[in-house]
Structures are given as C-alpha cells and as structure tokens.
C-alpha cells in the first residue's frame, strides 16, 4: 500500500443533525458515482462526490459529511489508506467501503483499518440504502427517509414543483426548463450557501448529455440564469473561481 503522509488531514464532523443526511461518494469511476448519486438523490440524501482521495480529504477539511461511501480499488492512493489515514486523524465520520473483491480477507483488512461496513459490488439498490440507513441510526443521524419528503422548493418568488419537474416563476407562469437544467437547478436549490464544485454537476449532466464536460455545466448554468431573470444587481447563481457555482438565495422547502 502506498503511504498517505501528504495527504491533507480533515477536521472531524460537528454534531449530530437533523435533517436529510449527506454522503461523500468516492470512486474514480465516473459512472458508478452517477450510478450511486442516483440512488442517493431518489431517496432524498443530500451528496457530493470526489473523483480521488486527495478530493475526498479536501471535501472533509471544509464541509460537513454524515458518511463516506469509499471505493477501494482506486489508482494512486487506495481506499484501504484513506480509510487508514481518517482513523490515525481521529476523524469518526462512517465509512463503507465499496470493492469488486468480496474477498473475506480483503472484508477483514477493511474493516481492521476502521470501515464500518465493507459491501462488495455488484449489489443493489437496496441492499446499498440498507446499509447507509444503518449506519446513519447506529451514529444517530436522521435518514432523509424519515422525514417528510417536501412537494416544493421556493426561493424569493419562485417555486419548484417537485413531483410534477416544474419552475414556476413570480407570476405564476411555467418556466420551460431542459432536463439538464432541471436537475443542476435542484442540484443548486438542495444545497443553498454552499459551493457545489463543477465536478458534482457535471454528474448530473451526464443523466442527460453524452458528451458532457466543465464548458457544458458553464452552459447550463447560463441559461438557468438567464430563465431566472439574473442581472449583475442579483447575482443569485454565484461563480465561485476555479471551483464551481453556489446558490446565494434562501430556499424554503414545503
């Protein structure tokens, strides 16, 4: 294994909260994090994804995190010692690790390095949610599952119909939203105040475009401003340099 002393440590979670949790996805595999982010939004889990551990560690270090799901078999520095270097920083955040080996003694190192859980792939949806269900009670944590799921997301005079995919604006009339568009604005709307780097909404472009890319989150986020009347004096879709877009408008759920 290769040892992990450059990596950045990550400060340890706050308390306990209530509300919809947030899983880190880390898996260099750009369709197994869409694949699981998929799962994890249906169910209503806040996420964000990290493509390498050297992500993952900056993640922890500036944002609060309720559990990892953590690829094992990754190029440059392995899941086994990114687990390794969470517990020897004291970082109690739950870890399940993910591997295309099920085998016992791959499960027991794992488990000896500080994962809380080990599922090997393939598996199911499921089985999957079971496990994160599990592990976010043991550590006291509300699923989203049980709370209420809300019908609508509304911010200033606009209102997101969550059942039916639709963006309502002041004057009650429809907003004609992409699909694409669609998703990166509730990609926005799910985590207001907070700075979504460009590699979390390209996964959602990749639900909806073949060839999706940096420029074509730049795109989308263009037009959404555009659909949402933004000028210079309201700048509610904010670019944030070298990283990503964050949402600046407070969001109500109902």
């Not at 911010?155 to 059942?163: C, H, K, N, R, Y």
Request: aromatic share 4%; proline share 5%; net charge neutral.
């Amino acid at each position: 294994m290769q040892q992990t002393s450059n990596i950045p440590g990550a400060a340890a979670p706050a308390l306990p909260r209530a509300g919809p949790a947030t899983i880190l996805i880390v898996d260099d595999d750009a369709g197994m994090r869409a694949a699981l982010l998929k799962v994890l939004r249906k169910n209503g889990f806040h996420y964000l994804v990290a493509a390498d551990g050297y992500e993952m560690m900056t993640i922890l270090a500036g944002q609060r995190v309720d559990l990892v799901l953590l690829d094992v078999m990754m190029p440059g520095i392995s899941g086994f010692d990114l687990c390794r270097t969470l517990r020897q920083e004291q970082n109690p955040v739950p870890v399940i690790m993910i591997s295309a080996r099920g085998d016992e003694s791959d499960k027991a190192t794992g488990l000896e390095l500080g994962a809380d859980d080990y599922i090997a792939k393939p598996f199911g949806d499921r089985e999957l949610l079971a496990r994160v269900r599990a592990l976010l009670r043991r550590g006291h944590m509300a699923p989203a599952q049980s709370a209420r799921r809300p019908r609508a997301l509304c911010f200033g005079d606009w209102t997101v119909d969550l059942p039916q995919r639709q963006l309502f604006a002041p004057s009650g009339a429809r907003v004609e939203l992409s699909g694409a568009e669609y998703d990166l604005l509730i990609a926005l709307l799910e985590h207001p105040q907070r700075v979504i780097d460009r590699e979390s909404l390209l996964e959602m472009s990749r639900s909806r475009l073949g060839n999706a890319s940096d420029r074509t989150v730049d795109v989308l986020v263009c037009r959404l401003r555009r659909k949402l009347g933004q000028d210079e004096r309201r700048e509610i879709i904010r670019t944030v340099r070298g990283v990503g877009y964050i949402f600046t408008g407070d969001v109500e759920t109902r």
